[in-house]
Structure formats: structure tokens, C-alpha cells
């Protein structure tokens, strides 16, 4: 049974650096082709993709986003963990981390989310 | 990138009704790395259909999805009082992977 689960503070103050970690079960980042990303959603607006890493470290950002994202992996730890600098107002959002497999399956399984605030 | 656009953003049905939501990409999406989920307030979104037309793993055999190219439909064939939510679209094969803005399907 695969499992994701977000950490990290509710709140965090204009240009700061938001750390979250993604802690995951049921499931091995050493394994060939698996991948965990993360993905955020304003309150009442769509979702935005912001970053994956796979098995073999190959790592991708949304280019929109990429200088302000470091995404990194712990594999004995099943975790993986997602920083953002300079956070804004404009950042306010749940944060999901979800689990993909390579190939046509896309985000098959998604932690609860982690709602993130950011104001002074 | 490529911007999804769903239609309509909202959809007033009754249980029991036949119902189907479009996606159209400014750009063909690659082999077909469409994906569609369904979200419920205060969840996280729950995959229903990937590669265009494949039911993901415990999805009811009422919801399907077809398209190619820069057209793709996600059909619920008769709704039931769970299938009342947003639903999205998705692009997975080009950088950056992007969303549709959502379809609602609420109660009529």
C-alpha cells in the first residue's frame, strides 16, 4: 500500500526559504523508474506542477519556478524533500507530493496536502 | 508550455445523467500523456484515467477517457452522488507539466 505525506510549517514569512519534506511508504525510490513530484494549488485555483525527482536523481523543474527550487532525496530515509526561496504572498498554497512510475501512468498516488501560508 | 483548456468550467447534472468534459491543448500532446483527476473539497486529487483512455487501478468502469492529438474528453457514462466534484486535466510529457483550470460538476 503506497503512502505520501507532507511536513513542513503552516507558516512562513516573506523571504524566507519553505522547506517540506515528503515522507513515503510502500514503495522504494532505488527501484527503476519510480519518481516522487510536487505539485501546489492556491486556495480555489487550478494545480501547478513544480517539481519531480526519479530513482537514478534525475531531477526537472517548472521552468517558471526552477531558480527559486532544489528538490533532493533520501532513499533510506523514503523521503524526499522540496525547498523555495524567497517565498511571497503569491505562494500561499496546499503543497502535494505525489508518486509516479515512468511511462504512460501519470500521478497515481498523493499525499493529503500541506497547507502553506505566507504573510508577515 | 502548453495551456489546457477544459469546458465547461461548470456543469449542473442529476445523478443518474451521462456526462462528458473537454480538454484541448494549444499543442498536441505527445503520445497521448493525458491524465484526468477528480478532486473533492479538501482532498487531494485522485487519478482517474492516464495515457488518455487507461482506467487508473480501482477506477469504475462508468468513467472513460478518449482523445488524441489537441482533443480529449473525459466521459462519465452515469453519475452518481460520489462523481460530484472538479475535475482536471493534465499534460505529463512536456516541460513544464501543466493543468487545466477545472471543470465543476455539481447538483442540479
Known amino acids: 500500500q503506497i503512502t505520501l505525506k507532507e511536513s513542513g510549517p503552516t507558516l512562513v514569512k516573506p523571504t524566507q526559504t519553505l522547506t517540506l519534506a515528503c515522507t513515503f511508504s510502500g514503495f522504494s525510490l532505488s527501484t527503476s523508474g519510480v519518481g516522487v513530484g510536487w505539485i501546489r494549488q492556491p486556495p480555489g485555483k487550478t494545480l501547478e506542477w513544480l517539481a519531480i525527482i526519479y530513482w537514478d536523481d534525475d531531477k526537472r523543474y517548472n521552468p517558471s519556478l526552477q531558480s527559486r527550487l532544489t528538490i533532493t532525496k533520501d532513499t533510506s530515509q523514503n523521503q524526499v524533500v522540496l525547498t523555495m526561496t524567497n517565498m511571497d504572498p503569491v505562494d500561499t498554497a496546499t503543497y502535494f507530493c505525489?508518486?509516479?512510475?515512468?511511462?504512460?501512468?501519470?500521478?497515481?498516488?498523493w499525499g493529503q496536502g500541506t497547507l502553506v501560508t505566507v504573510s508577515s | 508550455e502548453i495551456v489546457l483548456t477544459q469546458s465547461p468550467g461548470t456543469l449542473s447534472l442529476s445523478p443518474g445523467e451521462r456526462v462528458s468534459l473537454s480538454c484541448r491543448a494549444s499543442?498536441?500532446?505527445?503520445?497521448?500523456?493525458l491524465a484526468w483527476y477528480q478532486q473533492k473539497p479538501g482532498l487531494a486529487p485522485r487519478l482517474l484515467i492516464y495515457g488518455a483512455s487507461s482506467r487508473a487501478t480501482g477506477i469504475p468502469d462508468r468513467f472513460s477517457g478518449s482523445g488524441s492529438g489537441t482533443d480529449f474528453t473525459l466521459t462519465i457514462s452515469r453519475l452518481e452522488p460520489e462523481d460530484f466534484a472538479v475535475y482536471y486535466c493534465q499534460q505529463y510529457h512536456s516541460s513544464p507539466w501543466t493543468f487545466g483550470q477545472g471543470t465543476k460538476v455539481e447538483v442540479k
Open positions: 499543442q498536441s500532446v505527445t503520445s497521448g500523456y
Open positions: 505525489a508518486h509516479r512510475t515512468v511511462g504512460k501512468t501519470a500521478l497515481d498516488y
